[in-house]
């Protein structure tokens, strides 16, 4: 499994091993650099002191050294060595510790004279300095020989210099490691420590249940980087406590719109059970009607659910619209004539008014709303629907009784009426519900208002804005 | 006994009413509150079975409203709200007992026959007057052991003038509180059925317990 700890601390302590070898060997790398420098140093000084003591004189090139110029070079613990030849290879002078042995001869000019590691003649590691140079003249007759260039080689032991460089290695190395092992704790607690209010955020996320939806990260007390996360973890706790409550609401009004045909239900056969004789046909009539009535609110929920879940494909094709209308329209005129009620409604719909749409999910809109406005219109009220082809929209309004501005945000909600006590068999509120779901399935705007004259007008915008 | 029966679902309306008719209970029904509440203010009920989610004024309001009035009568609230809060409620607006829908028939009838027997002070589900022993749950009477074969309409009578014995029972009281509107009340339906009543209970020998009070009406009592 993925540890961001883990994996911090890895990059962390990769990071920092890195930056440790990295400096620790630029260190090394100029210490050792310095160090030569200076050693070089010397060794040049040495080399400039010979220069500086060899003349020409009327014999040849002469060296008059100290005689413990060199003294430390044969009992001290890094000896060293010179040897000072003329250019035609005849050996001027040499340190008594060469012995038998001469050293390379090389050589620079005393600007830039030549440096390099051999191996001494004691078998130790050295470095040497070769120059070639011009001796000056003893005195003034010397002045007057033919100039003779000499050569001279200085050799030091380095061991103790490779003795320091290498102890600065191992102190470089063993403090990097030291520091490696130091870190790794240190590193882990520090994320450890900064990690904690992600722990404590999981451990209150994990006590959130269906029935504490309510609750909220608190956010205030948490690191700045944290915050913005647990922002979005609240808005998500609050559309699930909304979308939670939506759907209890919904069982509940369910449940309680089922409990009265399942009462009419009961009761009609425990009345046929307990008092036989009264059975007739119209008892059967009206367990049926119950039954459809109970069939459609279902099949309705199923359509909203299947709806609300996208499960519903489209087929667009070009739907007259005035045809449609009255052909929806007619048999609601049948019912209304069976109920005695007059209506004026008026289809203002131009015959060749088109869309491009899906029929079925249309029709079922359209039905939706026509159906209210026939159920709803009082007797002897008006109503319409009318086209609006240049802003693509199509209203039905009608006249209403009972109804207020507050009401209309209700207007929407599934199972929701006016009329509190449900006594309308055929209607079982989620007709609009549903036309909202199919407008916004089709990407209409369904919108409703109501007037100051008690005409409720539903706008079915084709356009959206 | 008669009962007022405001329900809306006109299926439930008529299948309740069939059940208390049959039960021998004389009903009346409305289907919206405004109606429930005139014959609630114009009769003298024994019981009322009121659905809450009425049309024009709902049960609550209804129930407040006769409350505010200093009419007693029991009510039952039959309704499809079945939350602890939705009972409380309408039992503290004065309601007598509460049955959410969808309900037992038998348990609605038992239920409205108990509010009844509280209309007047009856606790017990048997009354005894001298040999004549009245079982109000099963609905049978015995006199001197022997059981009575009685309608459902005389146990109704019957058990109307044992509920109230002691007591004058007039005529109009008895068409009010056990014959139906629909039913062709003849002017002597209540001598008649007191007649029958009589002859059922009272067989040749034993002591007389229903005693005419003329121009007044009937009492059920021992002669003492």
Known sequence: MKSIRRQLTLTILLGFGLLLVVSSVAIYFFTRVALMKEYDAGLRAKAMTIMSLTEQGQDGIQLDVPNDFFQEANNGVAPQFYELWQTNGTIIARSESLKNIGLPNRFGSPTAPEYWNLNLPSGHAGRAIGLKFSPKAEDEDAKKLAPVEAVVVVAADCRALYQTLDILATVLALTGLLTIVVTVPVVNFSLRRGHAPLGQLARQAAAITAGSLQTRFPVDSLPEELQPITNRLNDLLGRLEESFERERRFSADLAHELRTPLAELRSLAEVELVWPESADSEKHRETLNIALQMEAMVTRLLELARCESGKISLQLESVLIAPLVKEVWQPLVHQAKTKNKQIAFDILVPPDAVIQTDRALFRSILTNLLANAAEYTPQNGRGEISWNRDAGELTVSNTVEDLNSADLPHLFERLWRKDKSRTGGDHCGLGLALSRAFAELLGFDLKVRLSSENTLTMSLSTQRD | ?224
């Open chain 2, 1 to 224: 006994m008669r009962v007022l029966l405001v329900e809306d679902s006109q299926r439930l309306q008529k299948s309740v009413g069939k059940a208390l008719r049959k039960s021998g209970y004389a009903v009346d029904t409305s289907g919206d509150g405004e109606g429930g509440l005139w014959l609630a203010e114009s009769n003298d009920y024994d019981a009322i079975i009121l659905d809450i989610m009425l049309p024009k004024i709902d049960g609550l309001a209804l129930l407040r409203r006769l409350r505010r009035q200093g009419k007693r009568t029991p009510i039952l609230l039959l309704t499809a709200k079945d939350t602890v809060e939705d009972r409380v409620s309408g039992l503290q607006m004065g309601a007598d007992d509460y049955l959410v829908k969808p309900f037992a028939l038998e348990e609605l009838l038992a239920r409205v026959q108990v509010l009844c027997r509280h209309r007047y002070d009856s606790k017990s589900n048997h009354l005894v007057i001298a040999d004549l022993k009245i079982d109000l749950t099963a609905h049978a009477a015995m006199r001197t052991g022997q059981p009575l074969d009685l309608t459902a309409r005389e146990f109704r009578l019957l058990e109307y003038l044992a509920l109230r014995r002691g007591h004058i029972v007039t005529r109009s009281e008895i068409e009010t509180h056990i014959y139906n509107d629909s039913m062709d009340l003849l002017s002597n339906a209540v001598d008649s059925a007191i007649c029958s009543l009589r002859k059922k209970m009272e067989p040749p020998g034993s002591s007389p317990l229903i005693h005419t009070k003329r121009g007044l009406g009937y009492t059920l009592k021992e002669q003492p």
